[in-house]
């Protein structure tokens, strides 16, 4: 049972260049999440989904972009990459109303330079 | 604003000894609170987790404790293990409102063999 799975681990972008950050579950979870995490910072969510074709912001929106066309997947678009966008992306999952936890991926590092 | 506040970024025990991390919240709509450990280079995985029906709830070493006159909560690891070392998260959310989890900024744990 692989969970929640991020591509890629690690990526550098310059200034302006876009990217995709890809994220996929095999839970059949409804609820799917994007967190940023930066040095010395809880998570901020960026962007939610509480099922294929629904999408919603979270704290942190601006210059990012989601869609939802299945259940298991997830990606982030960042359209023109800057440097504050230099941290750690978090996807997660989980199914709502059971009191089920977040799960969480291993994280794509990003660095924008 | 930060909702949820983790005060201590550090902390070193003993092995054998009690580990204490502390979390406090502002706001009080909250009733839901996770506690999540991370390894590096890792996803945060889930840990132990309260409702605010409860005051303390027990899982093996690991033991939540929920003072909400106070608006603190705290984990305690008893007895701590090397392997115990990492990242502690703190997170809170309205019951069953998963849209909007707040994290606290962390509490990195070094347990000394």
């Known amino acids: 049972n692989a969970g929640v799975t991020q591509t890629p681990k690690f990526r550098i972008l310059k200034i302006g260049q876009s990217m995709t950050l890809q994220c996929t579950q095999d839970m059949n979870h409804n609820y799917m999440y994007w967190y940023r995490q930066d040095p010395g910072m809880g998570l901020k969510l960026i962007y939610y989904?509480?099922?294929?074709?629904?999408?919603d912001k979270g704290e942190v929106p601006n210059g990012y972009n989601v869609s939802r066309s299945t259940t298991e997947d997830f990606p982030l678009r960042l359209e023109l990459a800057a440097p504050s966008q230099t941290s750690v992306y978090f996807c997660a999952s989980s199914s709502p109303g059971t009191g089920d936890p977040l799960h969480f991926g291993n994280g794509t590092r990003l660095t924008v330079t | 604003d930060q909702q949820v506040k983790q005060n201590s970024p550090s902390l070193s025990v003993q092995e054998g000894r009690i580990s204490i991390l502390n979390c406090d919240y502002t706001n009080s709509m909250f009733d839901y609170f996770l506690w999540y450990k991370k390894y590096p280079a890792e996803g945060p995985t889930f840990l132990i987790s309260i409702s605010s029906i409860k005051d303390k709830n027990e899982d093996g070493r690991f033991t939540v404790f929920l003072n909400k006159s106070a608006k603190h909560l705290s984990l305690h690891i008893v007895p701590s293990q090397p392997g115990d070392s990492a990242v502690y998260f703190c997170a809170a959310s309205r019951t069953y409102n998963f849209n909007k989890f707040y994290f606290g900024s962390g509490t990195k744990l070094n347990v000394k063999p």
């Open positions: 989904s509480v099922g294929a074709g629904i999408t």
